[in-house]
């Protein structure tokens, strides 16, 4: 009986091991064709390649006399219905750009998108937000044509990308921010001058320093001690007196009291310190052995190049080339804000420091043209030093022709600046006696 139970027991235990044995295998069997059912089913699919085209590329460049199209996105979830079957639902667009667009060129443009059943507006903008960030790119549109296989390309206005912003119609929002971004003159000179110091080259540097000079007289600091001077100064009373209120000298400064010509209207006091340095172009030509070119250059100053070659000091010769180049700049000067002489004198450039000095001198803040009494005092400063050039005996002809004057106008303004006109041989001369005396003015009687 013992025995029969352990041969049943080992019957079992073999089955037992049998049955495990075999159940990993089936399950590995089951595993496999799972794996490549897989396999078959997750092959992926043949790509498609693109369809090539050959196309000749047609750049369009922008034109000022149309407006280049402007791209714009909506940070909000605001989807303009721009295919709505009623055209009077259509949200509507407009673009604003600066007055004064053609002459500045200030790339200032609005971008409006009016939905028509909300009060809010989607404003952009080419000068404000997200368009302040440095861009290191450009952008352009390209339209794709198959018919006639060319693809054109434009360039989007401002080369900005407008970020619509929601703003509440009829909100002052705009004018706020208009009105954060301006910066006084003075703020913005300070800052130009913080820059050429830290970052500017040493010509940059240089012109600044200058110019400071310049305008250092302007400066509260160095006029502290203005009234303690007033209060040395002698007071000719019976000059005072003598002088009307209808009398008014618009010429340089000058010395009623000089005793030769050459003080009576101090060459330094027209042609400051600072701005020796910027007119030394016709000087460096001629030391270079060039020639003048006279389309360049006034008749007046290109008839007396010849006295610079004939002069041996140095000092004197680059002192003469100064003057007429300074004559140069003010009658081109005179073109440029004049209707007759604008085109003559479009491609001259001033230097910027006496391009400032002239228009704080010479034109108004009001208008680009200059006034007639602006005029007369550009045109003093003209004359005066033409009688430096010509050893105060000058002939008004060339100057009148390129002050655009005749000769009979040109003698009013000799006569205003004390000069007395002689006839020599059928040749008018300009001199300056001293001490000065200007024309009395005509007092009217009143009937």
């Known amino acids: 009986m013992r025995e029969d139970e352990e041969t049943r027991t080992k019957k079992e235990h073999e089955s037992q091991q049998e049955q495990e044995t075999e159940g990993p295998k089936k399950k590995n069997k089951k595993r496999k064709k799972e794996k490549a059912n897989t396999t078959i089913d997750e092959q992926p699919e043949p790509e498609l390649e693109p369809e090539r085209v050959k196309a000749k590329v047609q750049f369009i460049p922008e034109q000022p006399n149309k407006v280049p199209p402007l791209v714009g996105y909506f940070p909000s979830i605001y989807k303009p219905d721009v295919d709505h079957p009623d055209e009077e639902m259509r949200p509507k667009v407009r673009v604003y750009r600066n007055m004064n667009e ?81 910066i006084s003159a003075e703020v913005q000179a300070n800052m130009k001058a913080m820059l050429d110091t830290r970052y500017g080259t040493k010509k940059s540097l240089r012109q600044s320093k200058k110019m400071h000079a310049l305008n250092k007289e302007n400066d509260p600091e160095s006029q502290k001690d203005l009234a303690l001077k007033m209060k040395s100064v002698k007071i000719n009373k019976e000059a005072l007196e003598s002088t009307t209120s209808d009398t008014v000298l618009n010429v340089p400064p000058y010395d009623a009291n000089a005793t030769t010509p050459q003080q009576a209207y101090p060459l330094d006091k027209i042609i400051l310190k600072g701005e020796w340095d910027f007119v030394q172009d016709i000087f460096n030509h001629v030391s270079a052995g060039l020639e003048v070119i006279s389309d360049a250059y006034p008749s007046f100053v290109c008839n007396r190049i010849h006295k610079l070659r004939e002069i041996q000091d140095d000092v004197e010769k680059q002192t003469l080339a100064s003057i007429f180049s300074y004559i140069t700049h003010l009658v081109k000067f005179k073109d440029q804000h004049s209707m007759d002489g604008g085109a003559s004198a479009k491609q001259h450039r001033i230097p910027k420091i006496l391009h400032q000095k002239f228009l704080t001198s010479f034109s108004d803040a009001e208008s680009k043209r200059l006034s007639d009494d602006k005029i007369h005092l550009l045109i003093s400063y003209v004359l005066v030093l033409t009688l430096h050039a010509d050893d105060f005996r000058t002939n008004p002809t060339d100057i009148a022709k390129d002050l655009r004057m005749s000769e009979f106008k040109l003698r009013d303004h000799f006569e205003k600046l004390g000069c007395k006109l002689l006839r020599e041989k059928n040749m008018l001369y300009a001199t300056l006696p001293v001490p000065l005396q200007f024309p009395k003015a005509i007092q009217r009687r009143r009937r």
């Open 102 to 182: 053609k002459k500045n060129r200030t790339g200032r443009m609005e971008l409006v998108v009016s939905p028509r059943d909300s009060s809010v507006d989607y404003v952009g903008t080419s000068y404000s937000g997200e368009a302040m960030a440095p861009q290191f790119c450009h952008y352009a549109v390209g339209v794709l044509d198959r018919n006639t296989q060319t693809l054109k390309i434009v360039p989007i206005a401002a080369n900005k990308i407008f970020r619509l912003e929601p703003r509440v119609r009829g909100s002052d929002v705009a004018d706020k921010d208009a009105g954060k971004g301006e």
